[in-house]
């Protein structure tokens, strides 16, 4: 109950990521991480408006579903096509990047 309001607080819990979505997630990583080429991490996710360590994580796999617009973000600064990467990562499942 939110105190202030009254009204009742609902929270929300976030399921399990399934093997296909971790695996979707570690593929998303190493296409990042090979189109990075020898550009360095930092100047990458500085130009994408990300962290450093987010953007290590997501090539490592441990973030398994980034927000799209991180995606996107990365997308633009590596000039991959958003379009090419979806239909390369849907042998990993439904399709769904970002779960």
Do not use: C, W, Y
Not at 29 to 49: D, F, N
Not at 58 to 78: H, M, Y
Not at 83 to 89: G, K, Q
């Amino acid at each position: 109950m939110d105190f202030n309001t009254g009204n009742k607080i609902v929270h929300m819990v976030r399921r399990p990521l399934t093997a296909e979505q971790r695996d979707r997630g570690r593929a998303l990583g190493r296409v990042l991480r090979a189109a990075r080429g020898p550009r360095s991490a930092a100047a990458v996710a500085t130009a994408a408006g990300i962290s450093l360590d987010t953007l290590r994580k997501i090539e490592r796999g441990a973030i398994a579903v980034p927000a799209f617009f991180t995606v996107a973000a990365l997308a633009r600064v590596l000039d991959l096509d958003l379009a090419a990467l979806a239909r390369d990562l849907e042998q990993f499942g439904d399709g769904r990047i970002a779960g």
